[in-house]
């Protein structure tokens, strides 16, 4: 069955303090993975999308890897601003188009 | 500026209601989704649409149906709710068939009491 954990479930971390989230995937195979980011009250955001194992994606602090069973998220130097709940999500090479699988997310809080 | 937006972002209703929620995007997307949140479980697909009038069960379909009369507007029906629907819902639009690029509402949160 498939399958997205991620971890840690929340995290605290001091601004300028650097630190990675997990998100590890069970799949038949990889169509591609995506990570978005969202704020209390509102919808999701799209951030990244990985397709293969070794590549990589960056956007201002966030850098997005992937390997044939797990991605990293790494938050390099945050800011309170990053602050935010960050998601993953794996389409299924089998499993229907359109269908993404969703961990449950980690909840990350940046202090000044 | 791109949008996809939800008719109400708070809904408090009572058991056995028939409730409506709306969901409209601007982007001339084809596909349109349903999904619901809740703590700890993630992201849950209810129901997806892939063109005017037709549709697909997505994981969680029970107790939920969809309407889709025009290619801008997706709508989501409880026909009678019950308090084990209260709930996030986030209706999503995303252009192509194989993409994990979806553009996400605000969201609409339902209490049924």
């Known amino acids: 069955e498939d399958q997205v954990t991620q971890s840690p479930e929340a995290l605290r971390l001091q601004e300028g303090e650097s630190s990675s989230l997990n998100c590890s995937y069970t799949?038949?195979?990889?169509?591609?993975l995506f990570w978005y980011r969202q704020d209390p009250g509102k919808g999701p955001e799209f951030l990244f999308t990985?397709?293969?194992a070794g590549e990589e994606k960056e956007k201002e602090r966030l850098k997005a890897t992937l390997t044939k069973k797990e991605s990293f998220l790494h938050i390099t130097a945050p800011k309170p601003e990053d602050s935010a709940t960050y998601l993953c999500?794996?389409?299924?090479?089998?499993?229907?188009?359109?269908?993404?699988?969703f961990g449950a997310g980690t909840r990350l809080a940046v202090h000044p | 500026d791109v949008k996809v937006t939800q008719s109400s972002r708070y809904l408090v209703k009572r058991t056995g209601e028939k409730v409506f929620l709306e969901c409209v995007q601007d982007?001339?997307?084809?596909?349109m989704f349903w999904y619901r949140q809740d703590p700890g479980l993630g992201l849950r697909l209810i129901y997806f649409s892939y063109d005017v009038k037709m549709k697909e069960k997505g994981d969680i379909p029970e107790g939920y149906s969809v309407s889709r009369e025009k290619k801008e507007r997706f709508s989501l029906i409880l026909e009678s709710a019950s308090t084990n629907q209260t709930s996030m819902y986030l209706c999503?639009?995303?252009?192509?068939?194989?993409?994990?690029?979806?553009?996400f509402g605000e969201g609409s949160r339902l209490t049924v009491l």
């Open positions: 982007m001339d997307h084809e596909n």
């Open positions: 799949v038949s195979g990889l169509r591609g």
């Open positions: 990985l397709y293969s």
């Open positions: 999500a794996v389409h299924d090479l089998f499993g229907g188009y359109n269908k993404l699988i």
């Open positions: 999503a639009s995303a252009r192509g068939l194989f993409t994990g690029e979806l553009f």
